[in-house]
């Protein structure tokens, strides 16, 4: 065959090539693709062996790349797998799971047991504050909330038994930036493992793994798969953490279907120019509400008045399209006045697809470490591939509703 993109597993080669490139030929190799530009779709549950004996040494080795039985997965899922594990230099491998709270649980249940403490930020994704405040806890496992801005502080509230410092950077509603150079610095003087949740920013825009961080987790749903129609997630470990995650995940039998994975697969070939246009469409869009009377704040890491701006700046190498604003202070009617009437912006959850969205967002009631205060009602974007100016012009009938409306 050979005409597949030069590549060998674990040989590191790939580590010298630019992101775009690693995304085009990431897990497309000449033995799982033939002749055919992309990994074919296997639908598998039974893998027939040679003979008993062929049987017998499979069961043994459980060595990743390694055909057994279909949860273990075939070349589909192998090859995001490894594309995925390319962009994280450092990391031996990933781990997929079939949503992003999904990753996020099989992380933590990796490092975690019964006694342990986690110390978790305040700012975080809210159904991983509900995983940790019900599934954690029952198992004896106690969650501490701390304030996104800590930094090297969190050296002042590791305790005798903190076992692993979750992060999410930028937080996915509020979007304060953390300083993980300093929290993985306290966390590898003490001990502790570090997950981050990267979803926001990418591999592309924060390789976790080479920044120290054990776990570097992906709600792919996001912005791999990049077209809102599949749900995925994925767990990139160091060579320490790798072996005791995959045996996690395979405990609890955890398994991403063949066409999920080659969609998230084909999403992954365009990520890079995806996100510099969700990234110059996002700008546009916030630095232009940032004019408004209406709009007393814009939170997006990339604006200089964003919490953790300058830490943004030293960490990130680009920003991606989600943002909030807070308006000036209308009741959330008017808000809803605003949203409602939208063209080119959808309601609903989920972000990193094409297309533009527009959430309310009410972060008070998810902090219990921090104060949320703000002037006025929030509203979060994904600012999707639409041309900003007809985004900004569609936002723009919408404050005009929202004045109506005050
Ligand atoms: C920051 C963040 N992490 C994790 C998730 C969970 O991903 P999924 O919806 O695939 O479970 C989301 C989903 O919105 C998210 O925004």
Known sequence: MGRGPDHTEGDGMSDDLRDETKLVSGGRRPEWTGPIVNPPIHRASTILFEDCAALKHGAGRNADGDFH????????????????????????????????????????????????????????????????????????????????????????????????????????????????????????????????????????????????????????????????????????????????????SQLFGQYVSPDDAYLASRGLRTLAVRLRAHEAGGLAVARWLETRPEVAGVLHPALPGCPGHALWVRDFTGATGLFAFILDGGPASARAALIDGLRHFGIGYSWGGYESLALPIDPAGLRTATAWQAAGPAIRLHIGLEHPDDLIADLAAGLDRYTESK
């Open 69 to 248: 039985y279909g949860r273990r997965g075939t070349p589909t899922q192998w090859a995001l797998a490894e594309a995925l594990t390319e962009l994280e230099p450092g990391a031996e491998g990933t781990i997929l799971y079939p949503s992003g709270v999904a990753a996020i649980a099989g992380a933590l249940l990796t490092v975690l047991k019964s006694g342990d403490e986690l110390l978790m930020v305040d700012s975080v994704y809210g159904p991983t504050r509900a995983f940790c405040d019900t599934v954690l806890r029952g198992m004896g496992i106690a969650t501490r909330y701390y304030d996104p801005s800590i930094g090297a502080g969190i050296a002042e509230i590791v305790g005798e038994r903190t076992a692993a410092i979750f992060l999410e950077s930028p937080g996915s509603l509020t979007f304060e930036v953390q300083d993980i150079p300093a929290i993985v610095a306290v966390a590898k003087a003490r001990g502790i493992v570090t997950l981050l949740d990267n979803t926001w920013a990418t591999p592309l825009f924060f390789p976790a793994i080479a920044a120290g961080i054990d776990l570097a987790i992906l709600a792919c749903t996001k912005y791999i798969v990049g077209h809102s129609d599949a749900m995925l997630g994925s767990v990139t470990a160091t060579p320490a953490h790798y072996p005791a995650l995959r045996r996690m």
